[in-house]
């Protein structure tokens, strides 16, 4: 089918890309994160503290299904997506799988101050970095295509995700 589907980690812009991305090739965009709390009305940090992450996961396996169901679509998703090798194959069975890529630095600059991610605490960076080590080889092995984003703003990706994806 023919969904653009981004993966990647925290702060690899795939929520501002997709909605550049969705604008420049006219296509509609949805965000598995906020599918997610909109089903639980809670944000993702309240899901986590009060209910726990598995809980979260199986919220994100039903936005996963459910968005890979639509057509001419940009999904954006949460970081850990491709732990489930259910979303990871109805996705990639939807469109094409683009892997954002940058490094963990990168991320955590692009995070600095916010505090709305469980899984990416400032004050533990040695957790976060080895979590994003620990990804790299799920979003590779998902992806259809890699962009890498380091130094590269928006407008920069979305033109790199058209050309790569053959919609240019
Ligand atoms: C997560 C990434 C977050 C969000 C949740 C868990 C992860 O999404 O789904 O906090 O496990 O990497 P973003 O990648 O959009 O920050």
């Known amino acids: 089918m023919n969904n653009i589907v981004l993966i990647g980690f925290m702060g690899s812009g795939k929520t501002s890309v997709s909605k550049a991305?969705?604008?420049?090739?006219?296509?509609?965009l949805i965000d598995t994160d906020a599918m997610v709390e909109k089903k639980a009305r809670l944000k993702i940090k309240k899901i986590f503290a009060d209910k726990g992450e598995p809980h979260f996961r199986a919220l994100e396996a039903a936005a996963a299904k459910k968005a890979a169901k639509l057509k001419n679509t940009v999904i954006a998703t949460g970081g850990g997506i491709v732990k489930k090798p259910a979303n990871v194959m109805a996705?990639?069975?939807?469109?094409?799988?683009?892997?954002?890529?940058?490094?963990?630095?990168?991320?955590?600059?692009?995070l600095a101050g916010k505090k709305d991610?469980?899984?990416?605490?400032?004050?533990?960076?040695?957790?976060?970095?080895?979590?994003?080590?620990?990804?790299?080889k799920l979003y590779r092995a998902a992806a259809d295509a890699v962009v890498v984003t380091d130094k590269k703003n928006v407008a920069a990706v979305v033109a790199e995700i058209l050309k790569k994806t053959g919609r240019n």
């Open 91 to 110: 996705l990639s069975k939807s469109g094409v799988v683009v892997y954002l890529k940058n490094s963990f630095e990168t991320s955590r600059r692009r």
């Open 21 to 28: 991305l969705a604008k420049k090739a006219r296509m509609n």
């Open 117 to 136: 991610r469980p899984l990416f605490n400032h004050d533990n960076l040695a957790a976060a970095r080895a979590l994003f080590r620990q990804r790299q």
